[in-house]
Nanobody
Framework: VQLQASGGGLVQAGGSLRLSCAAS????????MGWFRQAPGKEREFVAA????????NYADSVKGRFTISRDNAKNTVYLQMNKLKAEDTAVYYC?????????????????WGQGTLVTVSS
């Protein structure tokens, strides 16, 4: 599967953005999907994940209550709604696909990665 992330941009602190990740291939619904991010000078970190059915989700503590992950299997797309953005959310955000169909929080579970989309939050 190939992944294309979009929706990043510049937003003021307290604002919102919605990231999208469009997947190619007819087996999208069999993949667990995740979002990760990497800020300059920092390691990649887990943000959110959703199981193949959408019935299970996981979030990093730093984004709980502010970010929501969802998916539309008919459109082969996973979303990350980001509200109440903070300067520390600034990073390149990557979507990833996991054949394990789970909502994994571990980057090594993900076989396919998108190219990333930059989110910049100004304070």
């Amino acid at each position: 599967v190939q992944l294309q992330a979009s929706g990043g941009g510049l937003v003021q602190a307290g604002g919102s953005l919605r990231l999208s990740c469009a997947a190619s291939g007819r087996t999208f619904s069999r993949y667990g999907m995740g979002w990760f991010r990497q800020a300059p000078g920092k390691e990649r970190e887990f943000v959110a994940a959703i199981s193949w059915s959408g019935g299970s989700t996981n979030y990093a503590d730093s984004v709980k209550g502010r970010f929501t992950i969802s998916r539309d299997n008919a459109k082969n797309t996973v979303y990350l709604q980001m509200n109440k953005l903070k300067a520390e959310d600034t990073a390149v955000y990557y979507c990833a696909a996991d054949l394990g169909e789970r909502a994994s929080t571990y980057y090594w579970d993900y076989e396919h990665w998108g190219q990333g989309t930059l989110v910049t939050v100004s304070s």
